[in-house]
């Protein structure tokens, strides 16, 4: 009688083995399903909030901004990118912050501008910054004084910058700024 279980036993192991091979077998493909739909919705929410006005098919390294110059509609420098402001509610870029005018870094001032303002296209293997101003219109622009962004997180004081760029101010999701 012995011997009879020993001679069923790995019969019954295999059909175990088979049957756990099996359930892994459809949790992959469940998993890989999942990741295909997923995948496929992710991208239309991403064709939807894509800025009209920007023509680069790829994502921009954060590192990639910081130091980039900024031209205008005429091809004229306007000055560079010092600080990229993200909402950490949100995730979003709000504000890129420009210094404009100075000369090698003194006596530059520094400007915010939302990110929604600048046309951003692909020239070569680099984005290209364009934002439609002048000058005159930097130099009137809603200055930002040291390190200070804090306050352009109140409503307060974001919608007016919002306003003189003629950017449609929209309130952040998650947030609840008075």
Do not use: C
């Amino acid at each position: 009688m012995l011997a009879k279980r020993e001679l069923k036993l790995p019969v019954r192991q295999k059909a175990i083995r088979r049957i756990i091979n099996m359930k892994t077998i459809l949790k992959t493909i469940a998993v890989s399903l999942l990741l295909i739909v997923v995948g496929a919705g992710g991208s239309v929410a991403w064709a939807k909030s894509k800025n009209p006005a920007t023509n680069y098919s790829s994502l921009v390294g954060a590192s990639e901004i910081k130091g980039t110059h900024v031209k205008n509609l005429q091809n004229q420098d306007l000055g560079q990118i010092d600080e990229v402001l993200i909402d950490p509610d949100t995730g979003q870029v709000r504000f890129v912050i420009m210094e404009v005018g100075g000369f090698l870094g003194l006596g530059a001032t520094r400007v915010a501008v939302p990110l929604s303002a600048f046309q951003i296209t692909q020239e070569g293997n680099t984005s290209k910054w364009v934002l439609d101003a002048d000058k005159e219109k930097l130099k009137n622009a809603p200055k930002v004084e040291g390190k200070n962004y804090q306050r352009l997180y109140i409503r307060a004081e974001a919608e007016p910058i919002f306003v003189y760029w003629r950017i449609k101010w929209v309130e952040p999701e998650s947030s609840s700024n008075p």
